[in-house]
């Protein structure tokens, strides 16, 4: 069973408007939460992440909300780029604080892939 | 270099044979990863290192999948006998004192 949703496999957006991308899991000991952008032919890119105590985390032009009581959390592009065109995936991690420092494996989404249109 | 790097870029090899895929992970990382990407899903996660010593091989699949990392900064994954159904990308991360991780471009393997 995926301990880490993500229920959308594409996602097509006009240039300029705000791209949202969603994110469920299901395992409540998840205490750290990151999105990676992939090109084809690339390894995944660190875009921006969340700790389980904050709700909201922004970065320029990407901002990740999580929502833990519905165990679900967001990532919203404004205003999207034909640049941001990418599969986008949702990753979860458990052991964080345990070691400290980036300790702990990542669960992965199945990714979304965002087509940002001109 | 500045990033992971990780070779080869690509393999090709016959069912049954053995495989060594290296990882050169960020200087100064001492956390290192490597998943696993099939077609269509997201990273798997296969074995963590910190330091010179295995972590966690929880994700490793069978026995024939074995990784090293002997000074804690290079690693390989070792891969025997291989199956059709090994056939994949490798990713490998490595991690500093943050939590994120920082992705190789990955070896794709394709077994005959």
């Known amino acids: 069973d995926q301990q880490v949703k993500q229920n959308s496999p594409s996602l097509s957006v006009q240039e300029g408007r705000i791209s949202i991308l969603n994110c469920d899991y299901t395992?409540?000991?998840?205490?750290?939460f990151l999105w990676y952008k992939k090109y084809p032919a690339e390894g995944p890119t660190f875009l921006i992440s969340?700790?389980?105590?904050?709700d909201k985390n922004e970065d320029g032009r990407f901002t990740v909300f999580l929502n833990k009581s519905a165990k679900h959390l967001s990532l919203h592009i404004v205003p999207s780029q034909p640049g941001d065109s990418a599969v986008y995936f949702c990753?979860?991690?458990?052991?964080?604080?345990?070691?400290?420092?980036?300790?702990?494996?990542?669960?992965f989404g199945k990714g979304t892939k965002l087509s940002v249109k001109p | 270099g500045a990033g992971v790097s990780q070779t080869p870029s690509n393999k090709v090899t016959e069912k049954g044979k053995y495989v060594e895929l290296r990882c050169d992970p960020i200087?100064?990382?001492?956390?290192l990863y490597w998943y696993r990407q099939s077609l269509g899903q997201g990273p798997e996660f296969l074995i963590y290192?910190?330091?010179?010593?295995?972590?966690?091989d929880s994700g490793l699949p069978n026995d024939r999948f074995f990784a090293v990392r002997p000074e804690g900064s290079v690693s390989t994954l070792k891969i025997q006998r291989t199956e059709r159904g090994d056939s994949a990308v490798y990713l490998c991360?490595?991690?500093?004192?943050?939590?994120?991780?920082?992705f190789g471009p990955g070896t794709r393997l394709t077994v005959l």
């Open positions: 991360a490595s991690g500093g004192d943050s939590h994120e991780q920082f």
């Open positions: 395992n409540s000991m998840f205490d750290y």
């Open positions: 969340i700790s389980s105590i904050k």
């Open positions: 990753a979860a991690s458990a052991q964080s604080g345990l070691y400290g420092g980036s300790q702990g494996n990542l669960i």
């Open positions: 200087s100064g990382h001492t956390a």
């Open positions: 290192f910190q330091g010179t010593g295995a972590a966690d």
